[in-house]
Nanobody
Framework: VQLVESGGGLVQPGGSLSLSCAASGTMYSFYEMAWYRQAPGKQRELVATVNSGNNPKYSDSVKGRFTISRDNTKDTVHLQMNSLKPDDTAVYYC???????????????WGQGTQVTVSS
């Protein structure tokens, strides 16, 4: 599986950005797709996941502000980010994995990441 993220950039607080991830490889359709983020000096954090039926899950920190979706016909997953805050500043990574109970298990497939900076 190869994952390529795009769409990051600099935005003012309260603004919006949309990220995309293009996936290749036959494994994509069998797994959850996820977005993680990693801020400087912090651990990588799970932001949102979506299954093949487009059922999403969100971390509490982004719930109500971010929307994850996937297009199975184009092997892409998107993250629409609204009402952005400076705390959302991070490198955002696309991932594939699966939920087992309440835990998400990422497979070791990662894109190169895309920088999101929220600053005035």
């Amino acid at each position: 599986v190869q994952l390529v993220e795009s769409g990051g950039g600099l935005v003012q607080p309260g603004g919006s950005l949309s990220l995309s991830c293009a996936a290749s490889g036959t494994m994509y359709s069998f797994y959850e797709m996820a977005w993680y983020r990693q801020a400087p000096g912090k651990q990588r954090e799970l932001v949102a996941t979506v299954n093949s039926g487009n059922n999403p899950k969100y971390s509490d920190s982004v719930k109500g502000r971010f929307t994850i979706s996937r297009d199975n016909t184009k092997d892409t997953v998107h993250l629409q980010m609204n009402s952005l805050k400076p705390d959302d500043t991070a490198v955002y990574y696309c991932n594939v994995g699966s939920w087992r109970g309440t835990d998400y298990y990422p497979l070791d497939y990662w894109g190169q990441g895309t920088q999101v900076t929220v600053s005035s």
